[in-house]
């Protein structure tokens, strides 16, 4: 950048001739690549304006029309950026505007100076957001322009489109993700059959795959994983399944409703067919282990991937996170020598310079302590060892006042809520992580319900729940679920 404004210095003293559209390119993409959002489109000004400036008019301040280079790079910086907000696509949409794409209700033909490649890059800024509905509807209107003419047809190009639309789909939060998905696949499926020489790459199929795994689809991903094999072997597509395919099927029995045996078993049949160790794979199984509270297990899988990691047949050792999982399933375990067992495996971890102990670590071992109920450990943990490595999070926090609310003592509400005010001191001396959710109060009211001196908390009354929202200075009751979902939260929030 800085190099830059001496050229354009230079450039304005007559030393060097006007600068090119190509150098105004080439710190565009700069911009992209780092995520510059806000100088991306600065810079894009400066080119727009300058065509009706009249500093125009003088040769060495005359600034080059952008082009759809130039439009493409700063969406891209746009996508890439860490901003999150509705206005940060907005403004990419207002880019796109001034290119000729149509505005909602405009059905007009109005003449476009767009590339799919740049429509594109609005799709992936979208699927990066999650936005699913919108990058449907980008993608339908790319397919119309194509029929109508508007749109140069790129075969490869309008592949990445599909590819994006469908990874927008894997980040979305809907129930029906997985059936558009599909939907979308069959689309492209049926077109490449009808002679449009379109196929669905195998990042296509597994981000399928991985709409399936997040809906706990199981006998869709299994179907489809071996559908995958059997396109490959009949030389359909080039790829076999790969470690992304049988991690997301894995996942996908994680998620799904079927019995502790049986998912242990189809994941551990997965694994074998993948041929050689993997470290996601090992990590994917140990997260099922996990759900199930199969310690023993979790350990001893550990421990086999130790010794292949030795004997060569692995790339990388066993990481946090392996360890991670196998604390999360002594935590849910049942057996009477969890939490020693825990406490010894958290114990290798410290002594092991290869490990970097990570908060989700320190709250796996946390959990061991919470869902017991074993409040002065869980206080000694959180205070003497999470924050003399960490800084806490409303996760660490929660699940102190957890352990208060499964402890046989009937005094923790006074417990709970001093911790509830350590949360909100902190948070208001700048620790933005520490905001209290509504998993933090349900385990504060939990506390406050063992005094005996209220009711049950499903038998309360609209007043109890007033003075009680009072008391915690919140505007709306935190069950707005059942009481299990919001057990289950903070055992998930370990992650």
Known sequence: EKLFIEMKNLSSEGYLPPLELSSYNTLLGIFARAGLAYKAECLLHELEVSKSSEWNQVESFRAPEPNQMSYNLVIKAISRSNEKNSVTVERAWNILYR????????????????????????????????????????????????????????????????????????????????????????????????????????????????????????????????RINQMHEAGRIPSPPDIVSFGSTIKAIANSGKSQENAVARAEALAKSVGHGNEVIYALRLKLLAKWGLGEEAERLLAKMKEEYGSGNLKNEPSVIHYTCVLNAWAKSDDENAVSRAEALFRSMTENNEIDLDLAAYHGMMLNYSLRGQVEKAETFLFDDIMA???????????????????????????????????????????????????????????????????????????????????????????????????ASVVDRTK
């Not at 890059?121 to 957001?129: N, Q």
């Not at 609310?405 to 006074?414: I, N």
């Not at 949360?423 to 933090?440: I, S």
């Open 389 to 487: 490595t960490h800084k806490p999070n409303r996760n660490s926090f929660t699940m102190l006042i957890d352990a208060y609310a499964r402890c046989s003592s009937k005094d923790v509400g006074e417990k709970a809520m001093k911790t509830l005010n350590k949360m909100r001191e902190l948070h208001a001396a700048g620790n933005k992580e520490l905001a209290p959710d509504d998993v933090t109060y349900a385990s504060v009211i939990r506390c406050k319900m063992k005094n005996g001196k209220l009711s049950s908390i499903r038998d309360m009354t609209e007043f109890e729940k007033f003075l009680m929202m009072r008391e915690l200075q919140i505007e709306s009751w935190p069950f707005r679920h059942q009481e299990s979902y919001l057990e």
């Open 99 to 226: 290119l000729g794409y149509p505005k909602k209700g405009d059905t007009s033909r109005t003449p476009m100076q767009l590339s799919i490649d740049t429509l594109n890059s609005m799709l992936k800024l979208l699927s990066k957001r999650g936005l699913a509905a919108e990058a449907e509807s980008l993608l339908n209107a790319m397919d119309d322009f194509i029929v109508e003419g508007r749109l140069k047809r790129n075969i490869a190009a309008l592949l990445s489109s599909y590819e994006a639309t469908l990874e927008a789909l894997g980040r979305c939060k809907t129930i029906d993700a997985a059936k558009r998905a599909e939907e979308l696949v069959t689309r492209m499926e049926v077109v490449g059959e009808l002679g449009g020489e379109f196929q669905p790459s195998l990042l296509a199929y597994n981000t399928l795959l991985n709409c399936y795994a997040n809906a706990g689809m199981a006998g869709k991903s299994e179907a489809l994983l071996e």
